[in-house]
């Protein structure tokens, strides 16, 4: 009974693949995010989606593509990865939109582009 | 520019020690959360503050919001192995968004 899931754990790919990361939330929650942790542990964020509509979409290459087909799931599709794209990817999802709100994350993917 | 700046980035103590992680910025924020990373998963929330000047006690763990909202604190008392982890701090400012610090890696030797 997961709270929020995502798959795949491990992605290995090699330099302008595309790949999609999945993401499931079985909270009930109405907004979903993607973050991107890099190899110093930040955390920043990508997206956000609040009842599959498009609240937050920071400054990220349109390699980069959310989709939300319902509130429970959010994926993230990258075109043409990069080296520079190898990093953890964490998908979160909280209660409502407010900036305070408690996010609830999910265990990761990480990406390695070779 | 992060708004959110962490201290220390790295802490190792030995077991029974007391720590102390700080979590300040320029910015106001309407409230403060503190979670914990462990290696190879997803963050998990610690606690919230919402009030200037609040003071939240969670078992060794006592966290305290600043009274002009700009900073925070996170002290842990007789600290165990168990409280090894990414410490991370995150501000919303109603803006539907959470601003984290880099975090503070605590690492406690038995």
């Known amino acids: 009974d997961t709270a929020v899931s995502q798959t795949p754990k491990y992605l290995v790919t090699q330099m302008g693949n595309d790949k999609s990361i999945k993401c499931e939330q079985n909270l009930g929650h109405d907004t979903m995010y993607w973050y991107k942790q890099d190899s110093k542990k930040f955390l920043k964020i990508m997206f956000s989606y609040n009842n599959k509509e498009l609240i937050i979409n920071e400054t990220v290459p349109n390699r980069f593509s959310p989709k939300s087909p319902d509130k429970a799931h959010l994926n993230l599709h990258i075109n043409s990865l990069e080296l520079g794209d190898s990093a953890v990817y964490f998908c979160a999802s909280s209660q409502s939109a407010g900036g305070g709100e408690t996010q609830y994350f999910g265990p990761g993917t990480r990406l390695l582009v070779l | 520019t992060q708004l959110l700046e962490q201290s220390p980035q790295f802490l190792s103590i030995q077991e029974g020690e007391n720590l102390t992680v700080y979590c300040n910025s320029s910015?106001?924020?309407?409230?403060l959360q503190w979670y914990r990373q462990e290696p190879g998963e997803g963050p998990v929330l610690l606690v919230t503050?919402?009030?200037?000047?609040e003071v939240k006690k969670l078992k060794r763990l006592t966290f305290q919001f600043g009274d002009a909202r700009k900073d925070s604190s996170l002290h842990i008392t007789a600290a165990q192995p168990g409280d090894t982890g990414l410490y991370l701090c995150a501000g919303g400012r109603g803006d539907y968004k959470l601003s984290f610090g880099a975090g503070t890696t605590v690492t406690v030797r038995a």
């Open positions: 503050v919402v009030t200037g000047g």
């Open positions: 910015s106001v924020f309407s409230s």
